[in-house]
């Protein structure tokens, strides 16, 4: 399913989640929550602030809210330790400067960090909820304190009109065009082809393409008794051949061969206000900060496609 928006649900009484993830994958997301990755093992690479990011054990990088990212594992048996606050907790004292970098230059105890969220997540003792955000708070002070600052930039209008650009792309996606894309952003062909790159990590028609051969999965999954040239259409393919050959670029298998399970496994999304689930099947979370429920969005989903990061 194409992402949107994340909406994190915190636990009762604090508004700080923390856990370990294995093998992270996910899709082009955003969230008003700042999130907070350190590799405990392996390496992975992350989309964020329009640059790509590789960090290996012992890296750390803070996305600030409102940035668009995702990540992908490099190698198997990666393990990340995230921690996802409220920004309101470091509104008041940090909310005029932000990180120059996303990726921490210095090193931090952040797994002791870590470890004393969870046990205070999880005991629940009185006050639990003002704790964890003092830790925080700690923690997000002795960043800022390393790191190189440079005073916060809020999100301007051309990136809150490229957000809605993506969701009205997500809901028309078998009749848009590049022009329709164009027109939308009010840019030039050439400015809008380097700010969509620069944003997303990919060209326009690969973002829609991607988006087009998703529905179609979908609609092969769900047992659709359409035929492939009326799927093809419904999804916006201008041909049946042109229809086969993308499909194949982004699965490996002609639509008739399509396993019953296949997941497409790819990095371009689309934001909006709705909650989502943006990690992909291949991600497991092994450690929570809540012994029997996953973090993240409104609706559950099973284990092993766990809600966030």
């Known amino acids: 399913m194409i992402a949107k928006r994340e909406i994190w649900k915190y636990p009762e009484e604090a508004n700080v989640w923390a856990g370990k993830y294995r093998n992270s994958h996910n899709l082009l997301h955003w969230h008003y929550d700042c999130e907070f990755i350190y590799v405990e093992q392996g390496s992975i690479d992350v989309f964020c602030e329009r640059k790509k990011h ?28 995230v921690i996802v606050f409220d920004y309101n907790i470091i509104r008041d004292f940090l909310g005029k400067y ?47 304190r390393g790191e190189q600052l440079v005073h916060r930039v809020e999100s301007d209008r051309t990136e809150a009109a490229f957000k809605r650009l993506l969701e009205d792309v997500g809901e028309r996606y078998a009749e848009y065009t590049f022009e329709d894309a164009v027109h939308f ?9 380097r700010y969509f790159k620069s944003m997303t990590g990919s060209t326009f028609s690969q973002y829609l393409n991607y988006i087009r051969t998703d529905n179609a999965i979908r609609l092969l999954r769900d047992g659709s008794r359409m035929t492939m040239t009326e799927i093809a259409e ?7 051949r042109n229809f086969n050959r993308i499909f194949k670029e982004h699965t490996g298998s002609a639509p008739s061969r399509l396993p019953n399970d296949y997941i497409l496994s790819e990095k371009y999304s689309y934001p909006s206000e709705k909650a989502f689930n943006p990690t992909l099947y291949d991600c497991e979370l092994i450690e929570s900060c809540e012994s029997s429920a996953a973090p993240g969005c409104q609706t559950p989903t099973a284990a092993k496609n766990p809600f966030s990061i």
């Not at 009010?186 to 809008?192: K, R």
């Not at 419904?234 to 041909?239: Q, V």
Request: aromatic share 14%.
């Open 54 to 81: 590789h960090l290996n054990e012992g890296d750390a990088l803070f996305t600030d809210s409102g940035q668009i990212h995702y990540q992908r594992a490099c190698e198997p048996d990666t393990v990340l330790i």
């Open 98 to 144: 932000q990180l120059a970098n996303p990726k921490l230059y210095n090193r931090y105890p952040i797994p002791e960090y870590y470890k004393r969220l969870r046990n205070v997540l999880r005991t629940h003792r009185p006050f639990y909820g003002e704790e964890a955000r003092c830790i925080v708070c700690e923690m997000m002070i002795d960043v800022f």
């Open 185 to 193: 952003m009010g840019m030039s062909d050439a400015y809008f082809s």
């Open 234 to 240: 419904k999804c916006g393919f201008a041909t049946i």
